[in-house]
């Protein structure tokens, strides 16, 4: 039978017993707790060569077939995910019942494997939009590509309405061009009657930067190829238009961060707040015999730290990223903590493990988490100015004390798993070098 688990303060130690679960620290620590279509009329002028185009969308008119429909309800419509396209002079757009269809559309069917679900997007889906927009460009004239897509709802829920935009071509400029392309091309778009003051997250994409306006102008303004889950409370329920323009991701900015800008600067929003990494299986052990065996490994595990933007930023480590040495200071200087991107510990354990049984132990590392914003400043204007922000980047790093949760886990091997691990030809195997093993896995085989 196995010993009833235990705790112990520090891994150095060598319980008799097996412990289930206990954390790691120093002795001065506190213990860790426990289809269809619908019509939109769109009319406007667009004015090339460095000026806005403007383009007004009117409110949505149901086809016949769905407006007599009055059973339906009005607030979930049966063909909740739009296409609104800029063009010039008029055109239609369509709605369709999944996010998946509108963004086939609204990529000239370019993308016809979308997630259905906005929260699924991720950085796969970004490049097959953003490749999606460089062929559009290549096709040339009639081609299009998506910019953006408005939810109504956080995290990407709700309904939704995508921009989609055409390839042009502009003899002064001598290429073909699409909104987002040039510094000096924008597009004002006021959102349908539906929409307006209805959108609570969104995405952007081939480059388009964004600002989203209420009815007074006072905006709120996001990155290329990004996305935002939830607008600011001071914007939510007030976004009646936005502007779509060529501008920088979160990506180009923080690696102008320690080459380009004059200055970068690191603050921080949030305190400082512990997480856990997640269990990591750091010893294993079989026992084939027929007796216990009193089993003793000496491990080592290494965990990284990571910095965190968008579904477009997400890295690990700190071996040539920007900015990492602005965040460490700020947290030292703030909350007089060190900081660290990597950790590495060396440990032993020593468990006794019955016959016929296995026997695994798990880690699972304590970091420290932080959100905040950059500042940055530059000499000469960087897309169109000298000071920008870079917004809601998390950064998540090993505590400095190589603290951790430990767990325990084992059991009587099944007739399947013996004889799996056990047999003699597995055992034979193993002897002559030909078995596929485990890496980590200690096994104690009869008479070994």
């Known amino acids: 039978m196995f010993p009833q688990p235990g705790r112990r303060p520090s891994p150095s130690g060598k319980p008799s017993g097996w412990p289930n679960i206990w954390r790691s620290m120093p002795a001065t620590a506190e213990k860790y707790p426990e289809g269809s279509q619908a019509v939109n009329r769109i009319s406007g002028i667009r004015r090339t060569a460095g000026l806005v185009a403007v383009v007004v969308v009117a409110t949505m008119a149901a086809v016949p077939a769905a407006s007599a429909a009055s059973s339906q309800s009005e607030s979930v419509p049966v063909n909740p995910h739009c296409v609104v396209n800029i063009e010039v002079p008029t055109t239609t757009s369509t709605c369709h019942p999944t996010l998946r269809a509108a963004v086939a559309q609204a990529t000239g069917g370019r993308v016809e494997d979308a997630p259905h679900d906005g929260a699924e997007f991720d950085g796969q889906t970004l490049r ?29 829920q709700g309904r939704s309405l995508s921009i989609s935009a055409p390839v042009e071509y502009d003899p002064g400029y001598g290429n073909t061009f699409t909104p987002c392309m040039r510094s000096d091309e924008a597009v004002v778009q006021y959102l349908p009657s539906e929409y307006r003051s209805e959108i609570r997250s969104f995405q952007t994409f081939n480059y388009c ?33 936005f502007i779509l323009h060529r501008g920088p991701t979160r990506q180009g900015l923080l690696s102008k961060c320690d080459d380009g800008a004059e200055t970068c600067s690191f603050t921080p929003d949030t305190e400082l707040l512990p997480v856990y990494n997640g269990w990591r299986q750091v010893a294993q052990a079989i026992n084939c015999s027929d007796f216990d065996f ?155």
């Not at 490749?131 to 009639?142: D, K, L, N, V, W």
């Not at 480590?317 to 040495?325: E, F, K, M, R, V």
């Open 128 to 156: 097959q939009i953003n490749q999606a927009g460089s062929a559009a460009r290549a096709a040339g004239e009639a081609s299009r590509m998506l910019l953006a897509i408005e939810f109504t709802e956080p995290n990407y």
């Open 209 to 241: 930067y964004v600002r989203h306006y209420d009815s007074t102008e006072f905006s709120h303004e996001w990155y290329a190829n990004d996305r935002l889950a939830d607008v600011p409370a001071y914007m939510q329920d007030k976004v009646n238009m």
């Open 294 to 448: 009193a089993y003793t490994k000496t491990w080592t595990d290494s965990v990284g730290g990571s910095i965190h933007m968008s579904f477009e930023v997400g890295v690990t480590g700190s071996g040539g990223i920007p900015g990492l040495a602005e965040i460490s200071a700020s947290v030292s200087a703030t909350f007089g903590q060190q900081w660290n991107w990597s950790s590495t510990t060396t440990d032993t354990t020593s468990a006794t493990i019955p016959a016929r049984h296995w026997y695994a132990l798990d880690r699972d590392p304590e970091m420290q988490t932080v959100t905040g914003h950059y500042n940055l400043t530059f000499e000469n204007n960087y897309w169109g100015r000298k000071n920008w922000q870079i917004k809601s980047v998390t950064a998540t790093g090993p505590v400095p004390d190589n603290a951790a949760l430990f767990r325990a886990r084992g059991a009587e091997m099944t007739a399947t798993e013996f004889a799996q691990n056990c047999s003699s030809a597995a055992i034979a195997a193993r002897r002559d070098g030909t078995a596929k093993q485990v890496p980590g896995t200690y096994y104690i085989d009869p008479k070994n």
